[in-house]
């Protein structure tokens, strides 16, 4: 049987892989409703097509094997002796290995902890959740991301709640596992709450050995709520990834995005906000940087269903050596959403004579009364910035680095943790030293 149109296609016995799905869905004792739907993705799997990325070609890659089982145990535990008293949660593979979350939130109804455990405090806000903001028939990878994650957590924040301090996400790939990182994050904020959530994605290990990761985050963001959320993808140069961040957002509701995109291996990526409340409001910021010979396909989308909300995008992106990066902003105004508003803008800027870029923007109107713009550009680094630059005594590799952190800032600067952004300029000097050297 075919589980994926790839290069690499998977053959397999289709009565033994759906009952390695019965098995592992009986395994963690998932309840009946979840154990239709993992069966119902798996029917699909072959009826669905791939998503499209315009102008992207990976339908080759090997993008999933059909497995689905855990890590027994893992030896790469970084040191965490610096955590902070922020809440945190994280997890290396399936395994969740640290839970913080201050008494005062727990006693205000917060949750943030791992699937199966959130499953037995709220099962019914679960069940209502999972795959309303990515529907288990979009396409295929969507289809078999439900059929096959073998790990997730869940961040539930209550109506009315607030929560000052950052709360941050740690899910770690460790390399020297051959256990798919199927990955689902789950975040609800309740009606009227307010917070900020960082989440990362790295790996760790030094074997490198092929894997795939099929990573689907879902925000759903209840009427009134505002949610600052970031993120930094570093995962490793072995790791062919396709990851999904769809957010749904109900009247007044708002989410704030701010992703760094800094993997090493080959991705697509799809970050999408729907606006089916009156009034909401989403704002995508997307840095990413390609290296190496490595392909990069950033589809960013707003569609705007109600009136009078607001979608903007702006991505910004870095190519060095061979590699391969391409953006499309789609902007999609739906029939009945007077007053909305959508912009975009997607800006390149190419290191290298070697790189290949795509800006694509895409605007789709249905409705009048409403407004729309859009900006693309691909283009070098600015020869009056570098030698303004260089007039006032810096080298050229300096002079370089600091005309880049300034193209990326606008992204870099929202991200609320101060670690996390020196994390983003940290990669895009070791991506220019390995370029140089």
Known sequence: ???????????????????????FS?????????????????????????PHIERVKFHRWNLGDGSIFENESTSNVPNFTELGNNPKLVQIGTQTVIEQLPMSLIEQGVIFTDFYSALEEIPEVIEKSLSSALNISEDKLAAYHYAYFNSAAVLYVPDNITIEQPIEAIYMQDSDSDVPFNKHVLVIAGKNSHFSYLERFESIGKNRQKATANIAVEVIAQEGSYI????????????????????????????????????????????????????????????????GRQVQGIDTRVTNYGQNSVGHILQHGVILDRGTLTFNGIGHIIKGAKGADAQQESRVLMLSDKARSDANPILLIDENEVTAGHAASIGQVDPEDMYYLMSRGLDEETAERLVIRGFLGAVITEIPVKEVRDNIISVLDQKIDRQVN
Do not use: C
Request: net charge negative; proline share 1%.
């Open 26 to 50: 009986r395994g963690k004792n998932e309840p009946d409703w979840l154990y239709h739907l993992r069966l119902k993705a798996f029917e699909q799997i072959e009826t669905l097509e791939l």
């Open 1 to 23: 049987m075919m589980i994926l149109k790839t290069k690499y296609l998977v053959e397999k016995d289709t009565q033994m892989t759906i009952e390695s799905i019965k098995d």
């Open 228 to 291: 600052k959320f970031s993120a930094i993808d570093r995962l490793g140069e072995a790791v062919t990834t396709y990851i999904s961040r769809r957010s749904s957002l109900a009247q007044d509701a708002t989410i704030d995005w701010a992703i760094g995109v800094m993997n090493e291996g080959n991705v697509i990526a799809d970050f999408d906000s729907d606006l089916f409340g009156n009034g909401s409001t989403a704002d995508l910021k997307v840095v990413a940087a390609s290296s």
